[in-house]
């Protein structure tokens, strides 16, 4: 059977392939937010210059079978070795997670063949490969260890997990799974909040411009994080609250917004903040009023209700602090991270000296 590849490194490029994008992602084990034309293309507009795009397409025939949406970028060891590294579009600075690779469901083998030959035989400044959120119930790290394997580098990594909470037909059924302190803890703090004015929950995507929304998830934000004597997300990276302010715009007019915000009267109290897709709440980024006790507690059971009577299928709370999300009822699922390093004598050094799997000395 015949097979061709293609390498597109160009944004002009990248440009044209929104249309068999959308139609292949569809097609794949790998339709999330992160991997979305809109995303990546978003997140292109704050790619650094000293990264370039590595996409390769693979057919089969006249068919696209695979997308594998890479780039290049450097990377640091002992922070004196100066070296390449492969890397999943719209990794960084973004909060993205579930890096994968995009293949048709019924040719995946024969893609990742495909995908890893080219890798090989055009990638060989590149010494190592990262990859730091790759789920494992999706085959995602399955895919990408599979993939770097067969191009000929060494793969090692770390384990992670996701949360995401199934969502139910009605609330009463996902308020009856809850354990009965976290139910009465809500309860209480309801009854507290609402004492002093009335409380009602929501979505600001039709109540607000995308600028009005972002400021106010900023503000919120950094009230919960100078509460506690630290800085927020937004503080520590601007880079990432350039990005997600940028992607804010564009996902109001896409519909995505997902702004539930809990209001005391007409004060706004708390908010929990993310993007719909593909019948999921993705939550990015939150805050609360510290002053207010139980209102990020609150602000979270009602969002996931006003999930439920949208219809939505996931409540997607994703990576790290996995405590409270299971406490509201989130599965903790498995993934990696994952560090591949070419088969070659820099790479074995690295590799025997153990500066991976800890990352210690490796500085993306």
Not at 12 to 37: G, H, M, Q, Y
Not at 188 to 199: I, T
Not at 327 to 344: D, E, H, S, V, Y
Request: net charge positive.
């Amino acid at each position: 059977m015949f097979y061709s590849a293609s390498i597109i490194s160009s944004r002009k490029e990248f440009k044209r392939l929104e249309p068999i994008w959308a139609s292949l992602i569809n097609d794949s084990d790998s339709n999330n937010l992160f991997l979305t034309f809109d995303w990546i293309d978003c997140w292109l507009d704050f790619l650094p210059t000293d990264c370039t795009l590595f996409i390769v397409l693979i057919h089969k025939q006249k068919q696209l079978i695979a997308i594998a949406p890479l780039y290049k970028a450097p990377v640091k060891i002992l922070k004196a070795i100066s070296a390449r590294v492969i890397r999943v579009l719209g990794d960084q600075d973004s909060s993205a997670e579930y890096q994968d690779l995009i293949l048709h469901r019924e040719h995946k083998e024969e893609a990742l063949k495909e995908i890893a030959s080219v890798i090989k035989n055009n990638a060989k400044e590149c010494l190592a490969a990262w990859s730091p959120f790759a789920d494992e119930s999706t085959g995602a790290a399955e895919r990408l260890e599979k993939v770097m394997t067969a191009a000929d580098y060494h793969v090692a990594s770390r384990s992670i997990a996701f949360y995401r909470l199934p969502l139910t037909d009605n609330a009463k059924i996902y308020e009856s799974r809850l354990k009965t302190k976290q139910r009465n803890n809500i309860r209480r703090y309801h009854k507290q909040l609402s004492g002093q004015a009335n409380l009602t929950l929501q979505n600001l995507q039709d109540l607000m411009s995308p600028e009005e929304i972002f400021t106010l998830l900023e503000n919120l934000h950094s009230q919960r994080w100078l509460s506690k004597g630290e800085t927020g997300a937004f503080e520590r990276n601007p880079k990432f609250k350039e990005f997600l302010k940028a992607y804010t715009t564009r996902a109001s007019k896409l519909g995505q917004i997902a702004a539930f915000c809990l209001f005391q009267g007409h004060k706004p109290i708390a908010i929990r903040f993310g993007f719909t897709y593909d019948n999921t709440m993705y939550e990015i980024q939150s805050g609360f009023d510290p002053s207010l006790n139980g209102a990020g507690l609150v602000a979270i059971d009602m969002a996931i209700k006003a999930a439920i009577s949208d219809h939505l299928k996931v409540y997607d709370f994703l990576a790290f602090e996995g405590e409270y999300k299971q406490r509201f009822g989130a599965i903790k699922q498995p993934g990696r991270r994952l560090f591949a390093i070419r088969k070659n004598l820099l790479g074995w050094l690295i590799t025997r000296a153990g500066l991976w799997p800890t990352g210690r000395y490796i500085q993306m």
